[in-house]
């Protein structure tokens, strides 16, 4: 999927809304444990219900790497679902990788041409070398971690390094690799003020913002800070939608929660016009 696409789709939807899949057995409806692949049961259902409200979906791949080859199995129903019911739908497989060049390859073949998905999340800590493999692919896209929702995220991202923080080091060197058009950015919605200075560095690229809902971010800030003319931004929430029922109801109440939060995206929408 190209941007345009994808700006697209938000522009129909009135929303800028991905959803995570970090499917837990543990928290599915007990009623799924009697399907023969409950993980894939409780995503389907899921995105059923939801996929007027939103246009991404993002599995976060531990999920499913926790349960071996079973695990794998679900992960690549859910894509394969996606991608024939909801082509519309942007995929981001949330896996975090990163490695040299090479192992690197085999990771953008694994995620891009196996499974199929349209992006992957990226670690930049190893480098060009680690990251360049994966921006080769075309219409594909390399999600760069840069400042991180969670607390860690002081531990080195916004420790100066040559006189400037990690993660402002991160967006302009990462801007000068080859094919940097295909590259988007985390920046966790518990850390909205900083938008302000990372939109002067990458003024018009896609950022995708975890931490709203269950890590208490909050949208209308990081859409204060970070929204572009073409919204550049596509927020995730995760446990606040799939898990704010765990009981029969849990479809209908996830498409409540994503309405909710499609509605302010549509009042955010609004000012850009
Ligand atoms: O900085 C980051 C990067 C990734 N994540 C991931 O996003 C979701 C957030 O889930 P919630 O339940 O909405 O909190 C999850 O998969 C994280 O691994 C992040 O939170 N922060």
Redesign the pocket.
């Known amino acids: 999927m190209t941007n345009k696409q994808l700006v697209d789709q938000i522009r129909i939807k009135q929303s800028f809304l991905c959803i995570?899949l970090?499917v837990d057995i543990n928290k599915i409806p007990k009623h799924l444990l009697l399907e023969e692949d409950p993980l894939f049961a409780f995503n389907k259902a899921i995105i059923d219900a939801t996929n007027h409200l939103c246009v991404a979906y993002?599995p976060?791949i531990a999920f499913y790497e926790a349960h071996g080859l079973k695990g794998w199995k679900s992960l690549e129903k859910t894509i394969q679902y996606l991608n024939t019911h909801y082509p519309e739908q942007f995929t981001i497989a949330?896996a975090k990788r990163g490695d040299i060049g090479n192992t690197s390859s085999m990771y953008a073949k694994a995620f891009f041409e196996d499974l199929g998905f349209d992006s992957v999340?990226i670690s930049p800590y190893m480098g060009k070398d680690s990251v360049e493999p994966f921006l080769e692919v075309e219409d594909k896209h390399t999600i760069l971690?840069a400042l991180?929702?969670?607390e860690g995220?002081y531990d080195f991202q916004t420790q100066m390094v040559d006189g400037i923080e990690l993660y402002k080091k991160v967006l302009v060197t990462s801007k000068t690799y080859k094919n940097a058009e295909n590259l988007m950015y985390?920046i966790?919605a518990t850390k909205a003020t900083f938008l302000k200075d990372i939109r002067k560095i990458i003024p018009d690229s896609f950022l995708l913002v975890?931490?709203?809902?269950?890590?208490g971010g909050s949208l209308s800030e990081v859409c204060k800070y970070g929204m572009t003319k073409d919204v550049g931004l596509l927020i995730?929430?995760?446990?606040?939608i799939i898990y704010a029922s765990k009981g029969i109801d849990f479809a209908e109440v996830a498409r409540v929660k994503a309405e909710e939060l499609q509605v302010q995206m549509a009042i955010e929408l609004k000012k850009l016009i």
Request: aromatic share 0%.
């Open positions: 995570g970090d993002k976060n949330d999340t971690l991180t929702s969670n995220a985390v966790g975890p931490g709203v809902g269950a890590q995730n929430s995760s446990r606040g």
